[in-house]
Nanobody
Framework: QVQLVESGGGLVQPGGSLRLSCAAS????????MGWYRQAPGRELVAIIT?????NYADSVKGRFTISRDNAKNTVSLQMNSLKPEDTAVYFC??????????????WGQGALVTVSS
């Protein structure tokens, strides 16, 4: 079984910064892609950063958010700067993983709440 465990999140003032981390554990042979999604209150889940070959940033976060990946540790981080109230959402990491049993899984983290408010 493969799990993604997120950490970070919380309350931050507008203009502030926050960092989310996501670590994969379990029977992981290879991680193909890792990315970040978010779901704002009352809205659908949307991709904000995806890594499939190239790294693609949603226009809403471009220039403010940065993804970094440590392949040796099977972790991915999301650095969020210049946060705005509209960034308030539950953030999910996602990974496409090959397990030790050569099955390919699409795995989600448990979600981390980010609230941007003064």
């Amino acid at each position: 079984q493969v799990q993604l465990v997120e950490s970070g999140g919380g309350l931050v003032q507008p203009g502030g910064s926050l960092r989310l981390s996501c670590a994969a554990s379990g029977s992981t042979r290879r991680i193909y892609t890792m990315g970040w999604y978010r779901q704002a209150p009352g809205r659908e889940l949307v991709a904000i950063i995806t890594t499939s070959g190239n790294t693609n940033y949603a226009d809403s976060v471009k220039g403010r958010f940065t993804i970094s990946r440590d392949n040796a540790k099977n972790t991915v981080s999301l650095q969020m700067n210049s946060l705005k109230p509209e960034d308030t959402a539950v953030y999910f990491c996602n990974a496409k993983v090959m397990t030790m049993y050569n099955t390919i899984l699409n795995v989600w983290g448990q979600g981390a709440l980010v609230t941007v408010s003064s």
